[in-house]
């Protein structure tokens, strides 16, 4: 089965406010993970990503926030816009002896209300 | 930087015909590319790892000889769908690296329906 897996399936957010975006992972032994938006009949667009060795990182108007501890990444959207409207999945890398194979979540949607 | 085209974006095909959907990295080289299949309102699920020049790697449960793929140069990958039926309608979605870069970039998918 997947070791990543989706908090919440759906989040509705107000336009403005921040999001807040979580995940949980089995593997103890990922040591990258990605954040990808996929918005309907495309597909998944890189956000962020974050290694092991990090327990944060920031990039435009987005947050990424892993806790090895407890086997979670979280993404943050501040000020979340209309155009933030999509499923969000984790990601992380279960092989990296093995071409960097990926393993999904089973993605968050998230609807920005106006 | 890191684009990934796919062609067609989408296709329709009636029952028993074969599909070739296309897979380019356009401004890097991709030494590994992913196929993708993913069902409405599902997560990806990965069906096969292709290494350039060398036989692709199927997950468990899918069909090499139902769906034919080919990376014969470092910029394209071919995914092939034979013999298609009606649940072999998805959304085709591949994915590239290249070289120690862990980053997967993705292609905008290919929807096919089989009639």
């Known amino acids: 089965g997947e070791s990543v897996g989706l908090h919440l399936p759906t989040l509705s957010v107000q336009e403005g406010d921040n999001s807040i975006i979580n995940c949980a992972y089995s593997n103890s032994a990922s040591d990258y993970f990605i954040w990808y938006k996929q918005e309907s009949g495309k597909g998944p667009q890189f956000i962020i990503d974050?290694?092991?060795?990090?327990d944060k990182r920031q990039g435009q108007r987005v947050t990424v926030l892993l806790n090895k501890t407890v086997k979670h990444l979280s993404l943050q959207i501040a000020a979340t816009q209309p155009g933030d409207s999509a499923v969000y999945f984790c990601a992380e890398n279960i092989d990296r002896s093995n071409d960097y194979k990926l393993s999904f979540g089973a993605g968050t949607t998230v609807t920005v209300r106006a | 930087g890191a684009v990934v085209s796919q062609h067609p974006s989408w296709v329709i095909c009636k029952s028993g015909t074969s599909v070739k959907i296309e897979c380019r990295s356009l401004?890097?080289?991709?030494?590994?590319m992913f196929w993708y299949r993913q069902f409405p309102k599902q997560s990806l699920m990965l069906m096969a790892t292709?290494?350039?020049?060398?036989?692709?790697?199927?997950e468990q449960g899918v069909e090499k000889d139902k769906f034919l793929i080919n990376h014969a140069s470092l910029t394209l990958s071919t995914l092939t769908v034979t013999s298609a039926h009606p649940e072999d309608s998805s959304f085709y979605i591949c994915?590239?690296?290249?070289?120690?870069?862990?980053?997967?970039?993705f292609g905008p998918g290919t929807r096919l329906l089989v009639l």
């Open positions: 401004d890097f080289q991709a030494t590994t």
């Open positions: 994915s590239a690296h290249g070289g120690t870069q862990e980053t997967q970039y």
């Open positions: 292709s290494n350039e020049g060398s036989k692709a790697t199927y």
């Open positions: 974050i290694r092991s060795n990090m």
